[in-house]
């Protein structure tokens, strides 16, 4: 039992942490724009709301979302207590967070692969890229596939599914517009306070992925919480020290895509009755991450003996 709690917060932690690969490079370029008294202010008390305002509070509002017939208290409570009739409702539940999860992952993948400019690792990746057109027709198709599916088994499912596409082109648009907005903030004209503020709301849009993904490997809160937390950590030391390291492998972000594509799949089939091990999903995404690190730890190597 200690060596599953062990895998999943592992999975949880890395997950969340190679998911927050963009976001902590905007906040170290944002950063060193910024006198170093504000980027203490921002570093420790973005740390303590970005794990205990967002990443604390978020997977107890998903939960209560799928369960409105419980109050907030409740779902606070059973995430603790264990009650087994509470337990009981979340269990019920289970299928709703995994197929609206589900769907916005897989959305967020696929978006990445049709239209997002990226370093390619295969040569289909470049193909795939050049007809991003596609990705609206890919996701307008599966969305009434599975809408169509889940009315067959629960209505509810089907509502489900429309709030995970619904959220991930609210999520999706205000990321598309980080990239203009880091401009202006390198480019000078804002106070230190504003560009902690834009970052802190950047920070809680990047972590829906990382809670969102969470629940593929598990629905117990507290284990998302600690998971979750311990990877935010992991971004904000990244920021501070190791972003430049970090930005050298080339297909890292590649390799979180796809994870993110597999658990978004796992989480769709789960939601229609499929059943997988606790260890598939974080064995998958460890996977996919070894394989792009090494990709990219052998294209550097290429690069630095084509320079020599």
Do not use: C
Not at 139 to 156: D, E, G, M, Q, R
Request: hydrophobic share 55%.
């Amino acid at each position: 039992m200690f060596w599953n709690l062990l895998v999943v917060i592992f999975g949880l932690a890395m997950f969340e942490t190679i998911s927050s690969v963009d976001n902590a490079v905007v906040n170290a370029h944002v950063l060193r724009t910024m006198p170093p008294k504000y980027r203490k202010i921002f570093l420790f008390w973005g740390l303590l709301f970005a794990v205990f305002i967002v990443r604390g509070a978020l997977p107890f509002v998903i939960v209560w979302m799928a369960n409105p017939e419980l109050s907030v208290v409740q779902v606070f409570t059973a995430a603790f207590s264990g009650s087994p009739e509470i337990a009981a409702y979340i269990a019920q539940s289970k299928p709703l967070l995994l197929l609206g999860g589900g769907v916005y992952l897989f959305l967020v993948f696929l978006s990445w692969l049709f239209l997002e400019k990226k370093e390619y690792a295969f040569l289909v990746e470049g193909f795939i890229h050049r007809q991003g057109v596609w990705f609206y027709a890919l996701a307008s198709i599966l969305t009434t596939t599975i809408i169509y599916v889940s009315l067959k088994h629960n209505p509810l499912l089907a509502l489900a599914a429309t709030i995970g596409v619904s959220a991930f082109f609210i999520t999706d648009g205000f990321k598309k517009n980080s990239e203009e907005k880091e401009k202006q903030l390198l480019g000078g004209g804002m106070s230190a306070w504003s560009k902690i503020l834009y970052l802190e709301i950047l920070d809680a849009s990047f972590s829906i992925d990382g809670v969102i993904g969470a629940f593929a490997f598990t629905v117990s809160v507290p284990l998302i919480i600690i998971g979750n937390g311990l990877g935010a950590w992991l971004v904000r030391e990244l920021t501070v020290k190791g972003i430049d390291l970090i930005t050298k492998f080339a297909y890292l972000k590649n390799g979180a895509m796809y994870a993110i594509g597999v658990l978004g799949s796992l989480m769709i089939l789960e939601s229609f009755g499929h059943e997988f091990p606790f260890w598939l999903a974080p064995l998958s995404m460890i996977s996919l991450i070894g394989i792009f690190l090494v990709l990219s730890i052998m294209a550097s190597k290429k690069e630095k003996m084509a320079l020599k």
